[in-house]
């Protein structure tokens, strides 16, 4: 199943940082660093990631980023950004947009 897979890969991405707690949260399985969720395995495949309001315009640039939605037409706002699983198949992509997540989890 694409979430399990992705979940193994993103608790392998954060192994070497501060303790994680793993939640069901999201329609998926959510990683929870300093009491902030990081990121979500989806079960679409997709990333859910919560990065910076400062930065979402940014990165929603990226053609694997969209405006994250609870459902059809229901955005989560800024700083909530929904990742292709498709690109995050790729190492560099899930490296990249974990490191993003932990950058904002550790500034507030």
Do not use: C, Y
């Not at 990081?38 to 930065?55: E, F, I, N």
Request: hydrophobic share 45%; aromatic share 6%.
């Amino acid at each position: 199943m694409a979430q399990e897979d992705l979940a193994g890969r993103v608790r392998a991405g954060l192994a070497a940082g501060p303790p994680v707690r793993e939640v069901a949260m999201f329609g998926g399985r959510s990683f929870m660093v300093n009491g902030k969720m990081v990121a979500a395995a989806r079960k679409t495949g997709d990333l859910l990631v919560r990065v910076s309001p400062d930065r979402h315009a940014e990165l929603l640039g990226r053609p694997e980023a969209a405006q994250a939605e609870m459902g059809a037409g229901r955005s989560m706002g800024e700083g909530w950004i929904s990742v292709s699983g498709d690109a995050v198949a790729d190492q560099e992509q899930l490296a990249f947009w974990l490191g993003v997540a932990l950058e904002f989890n550790r500034s507030g």
